[in-house]
């Protein structure tokens, strides 16, 4: 659109549709729902929490639940183990702030 206001800048449908798309970018911005938003909140807990962030293999997820509940030591983890496809991909840096309540 620029490009062709460049060419005629005197043409005033040129300038109404350049106007109008970015009424419609600006608006379709505004409507992008936060993605924390989406995300269901995790109650505070005293114990740890492991949150699966990466769904591409059910079978390691499964061992490391399994080797964690049942450590080869004495020492008895206390863990809250939360897997749900809605917190995929969240990072370690933004889960504290935007998913504990």
Same mark, same amino acid.
């Given at each position: 659109?620029?490009?062709?206001?460049?060419?005629?800048?005197?043409?005033?449908?040129?300038?109404?549709? $350049?106007?109008?798309?970015k009424?419609? !970018?600006?608006? $379709?911005?505004?409507? !992008?729902?936060?993605?924390?938003?989406?995300?269901?909140?995790?109650?505070a807990?005293?114990?740890t929490?492991?949150? $699966?962030?990466?769904?591409?293999n059910d079978?390691?997820?499964?061992?490391?639940?399994a080797?964690?509940?049942?450590?080869?030591?004495?020492?008895?983890a206390n863990?809250?183990?939360?897997?749900?496809?809605?917190?995929?991909g969240?990072?370690?840096?933004?889960?504290? !702030?935007?998913?504990?309540?």
């Open positions: 659109m620029n490009k062709a206001l460049e060419l005629e800048p005197n043409e005033p449908t040129l300038k109404e549709v $350049r106007n109008i798309v009424l419609k !970018r600006k608006n $379709r911005k505004q409507r !992008r729902p936060n993605p924390a938003a989406t995300k269901k909140k995790i109650d807990s005293e114990n929490l492991a949150l $699966r962030t990466d769904f591409s079978s390691a997820w499964e061992k490391l639940c080797l964690i509940r049942n450590p080869s030591q004495e020492f008895q863990v809250n183990f939360i897997s749900n496809k809605t917190y995929q969240v990072t370690a840096e933004e889960f504290p !702030r935007q998913y504990v309540i």
